[in-house]
């Protein structure tokens, strides 16, 4: 268990809906990355924040937005979704904004339908 | 462009050989290079990490090589074991993004 915690595991929806996807991070963490991988991409870097602000930006689509709150866990949300959106999000932690280890929870499905 | 190259064919070794993956990159001047096990269905899991200025990392059965000059890593799992199939990611660090490589699948065979 590494101690950071995703949910929903697993969401269907279909394609036009909005989803929120929430990652509360390892206990003292301070930085919250995410990550999209799917069958054919990989792990691809979507967004890190850094004690609420945002830090550094990947390839995250104009679709998506992301947030961190005071109590430090944030928030993924993904507008319009489309077939191609489908994938695992994994949300990940660690102790500062650069270099380190990065811890992952077991990320969430999204299935769109 | 940036590009991060690991064997995508899977790896297929014996029980008790030496698993040897190689991370390739090219465009890239990292401070550090991290590997990472992922397991199907899971979030990726950190093994090692070596820094820019050193040559070799190890941890147990885990050796780690870093060679700026060829841009490349090796990871080598002694003494494998059945256990260690899984997905083995290398993940390339500068500033603070950290962009992974598409993985190679290790199966170990008894």
């Known amino acids: 268990d590494s101690g950071v915690t995703q949910t929903p595991k697993h969401l269907i929806t279909a394609t036009g809906q909005r989803v929120t996807l929430r990652c509360s991070p390892r206990?003292?963490?301070?930085?919250v990355y995410w990550y999209q991988q799917s069958l054919d991409q990989g792990l691809q870097f979507l967004i890190q924040?850094?004690?609420?602000?945002?830090?550094a930006k990947g390839n995250i689509l104009e679709r998506f937005s992301a947030q961190q709150f005071p109590d430090l866990h944030s928030e993924l949300n993904l507008s319009s979704l489309e077939l191609g959106d489908s994938a695992l999000y994994f949300c990940?932690?660690?102790?500062?904004?650069?270099?380190?280890?990065?811890?992952f929870g077991e990320g969430s499905r999204l299935t769109v339908l | 462009s940036q590009k991060i190259e690991q064997n995508s064919e899977a790896l297929n070794i014996q029980e008790g050989k030496t698993a040897t993956l190689t991370c390739n990159y090219t465009?890239?001047?990292?401070?550090?290079l991290q590997w990472y096990r992922q397991d199907p269905g899971r979030g990726p899991v950190f093994l090692l990490l070596i820094r820019e200025n050193e040559k070799e990392k190890r941890k147990e059965r885990l050796k780690v090589t870093f060679d700026t000059t060829l841009k490349q890593s090796l990871f080598h799992i002694t003494a494998s074991q059945p256990a260690d199939s899984a997905t083995y990611l290398c993940a390339l660090g500068a500033g603070n993004m950290l962009t992974f490589g598409g993985g190679t699948r290790l199966m170990v065979k008894p």
């Open positions: 990940a932690s660690s102790v500062y904004g650069s270099t380190g280890e990065l811890f």
């Open positions: 465009n890239y001047s990292p401070a550090y």
């Open positions: 206990s003292g963490d301070l930085s």
């Open positions: 924040y850094y004690n609420g602000e945002e830090r």
